[in-house]
């Protein structure tokens, strides 16, 4: 899933090779409010990051200024890379811890500083109720990363009474999800998940409880998913 420098000279290969730019933009978008969350939290403050791969923004999330970290991803071979990855950079295991598990068996946690949410509400059967899950580990900040649909104008649908409609901005498409085996950067096969609109993302996100919510700005520069609004990195505080 992404381009390690093992050494110099030593790249790892990745899935696409547009997948570089979709992790350099991400960073390059919530760096500088992950950075501010994380300094305002001080020496001990500390991170989560919710599916986390390979751990890669577990790195990053050190060197803007995290304490700890915590990485968590429901698939067990990504956090053996994981793990693998930080000892073979010699970090420590209280600094980069990783861990397998569902993100809905989280809710109980102490809270973090900073979360990230990134390439999971889209992969999910109940994306919202991950997002409370998020809410509930959120002390300081959380930067939620998703696909967004194309779908722009509001939804006609039936609501009870003939030839009576409503219409709705927020929607989201349905796709059912091969099995992890057919596809292999999908974080968990064989389920269908939802893929929110613009708007449908925003309305989950104050549903899920978050007080504050603010799409973060692209640089025109940027990978053309986030410059066109076909992907979106959003800032949600308590």
Same mark, same amino acid.
């Given at each position: 899933?992404y381009?390690?420098?093992?050494?110099?000279?030593l790249?790892t290969?990745?899935?696409?090779?547009?997948?570089h730019?979709?992790h350099?933009?991400?960073?390059?978008?919530?760096?500088?409010?992950v950075?501010?969350?994380?300094?305002?939290a001080?020496p001990d403050?500390?991170?989560i990051?919710l599916a986390?791969s390979e751990g890669?923004f577990?790195?990053r999330?050190l060197?803007?200024g995290?304490?700890?970290?915590?990485?968590?991803?429901?698939r067990a071979?990504n956090?053996?890379r994981?793990?693998?990855?930080?000892?073979?950079?010699?970090?420590? %295991?209280? #600094?980069? +811890?990783?861990e397998? =598990?569902?993100?809905y068996?989280?809710a109980? *946690?102490?809270?973090?500083?900073? !979360?990230?949410?990134l390439g999971?509400v889209?992969?999910?059967?109940n994306?919202?109720?991950?997002?409370?899950?998020a809410?509930?580990?959120?002390?300081?900040v959380?930067v939620i990363?998703?696909q967004?649909?194309e779908q722009a104008?509001?939804i006609?649908?039936?609501?009870?009474?003939?030839?009576?409609f409503?219409?709705q901005?927020?929607?989201?498409?349905?796709?059912?999800?091969?099995?992890q085996?057919?596809?292999?950067?999908?974080?968990?096969?064989?389920?269908?998940s939802?893929? %929110?609109? #613009?708007? +449908?993302?925003l309305? =989950?996100?104050?549903?899920?409880?978050?007080? *504050?919510?603010?799409?973060?700005? !692209?640089?025109?520069?940027?990978?053309?998913q986030?410059a066109?609004?076909?992907?979106?990195?959003?800032?949600?505080?308590p």
């Amino acid at each position: 899933m992404y381009e390690w420098e093992l050494e110099p000279g030593l790249r790892t290969a990745v899935l696409h090779p547009e997948l570089h730019t979709v992790h350099d933009t991400r960073a390059a978008i919530l760096g500088p409010v992950v950075r501010d969350a994380l300094a305002r939290a001080g020496p001990d403050a500390t991170a989560i990051d919710l599916a986390c791969s390979e751990g890669w923004f577990g790195h990053r999330l050190l060197e803007w200024g995290a304490a700890s970290v915590l990485g968590v991803d429901i698939r067990a071979e990504n956090i053996e890379r994981a793990e693998m990855l930080r000892d073979h950079f010699g970090i420590s %295991p209280k #600094r980069l +811890a990783f861990e397998t =598990a569902d993100v809905y068996e989280l809710a109980d *946690r102490a809270p973090f500083d900073v !979360v990230l949410c990134l390439g999971l509400v889209y992969h999910l059967e109940n994306p919202v109720g991950a997002l409370r899950v998020a809410r509930e580990l959120t002390r300081g900040v959380c930067v939620i990363e998703s696909q967004l649909t194309e779908q722009a104008e509001p939804i006609v649908h039936g609501w009870g009474v003939s030839g009576e409609f409503e219409s709705q901005p927020a929607s989201w498409a349905a796709w059912y999800e091969p099995r992890q085996g057919e596809h292999p950067i999908a974080s968990h096969g064989g389920i269908v998940s939802f893929i %929110p609109n #613009r708007a +449908a993302l925003l309305d =989950a996100l104050s549903a899920a409880g978050f007080g *504050r919510v603010e799409p973060l700005p !692209v640089a025109p520069d940027e990978n053309v998913q986030y410059a066109e609004g076909h992907r979106i990195v959003v800032a949600a505080w308590p």
